[in-house]
């Protein structure tokens, strides 16, 4: 049967159409395929920490702990590189939301980064420019 283009249109979005995993090949109604991917064990992504291809579903876990570079961060509760943690936290040109403290610039009280960045953007650049080059 050859289906004229307005329903074929409609079938390349019908929601119950059954279409299969791009992944593991798992054929699902397009409404399910969303929650099967969550779940599917051949779904996998990329740490932003330490590169490695992780189960979709065991992401979190694998940062909390199997992952060699990721580190919570007490403060404002994100996970970091372990090696730039320090400078995640400094209340001077750190970019942790959850830092308090005097501006070593103005010596005004900050509740976080954004202070720097906003009124201080020529010392953030600065600051951000020798990082990237070290």
């Known amino acids: 049967i050859k289906l004229s283009s307005c329903s074929q249109a409609h079938t390349e979005k019908c929601e119950g159409v059954e279409v299969s995993c791009q992944f593991c090949g798992v054929k699902s109604k397009r409404q399910d395929l969303e929650s099967h991917l969550r779940t599917c064990i051949l779904n996998k992504k990329r740490c932003i920490f330490c590169q490695e291809k992780v189960q979709v579903s065991s992401l979190e876990v694998h940062r909390r702990e199997g992952c060699s570079e990721a580190i919570w961060c007490d403060l404002c ?46 010392e ?11």
Not at 124 to 133: D, I, K
Request: hydrophobic share 30%; net charge negative; charged share 25%.
């Open 124 to 134: 953030w650049a600065e600051v951000m420019r020798t990082l990237r080059t070290n």
């Open 77 to 122: 509760g994100k996970f970091q590189l372990k090696c730039s943690i320090e400078d995640h936290k400094n209340p001077y040109f750190g970019w942790c939301e959850g830092v308090e403290g005097i501006c070593g610039i103005c010596e005004v009280t900050v509740e976080d980064y954004s202070h720097y960045k906003t009124v201080h953007r020529l």
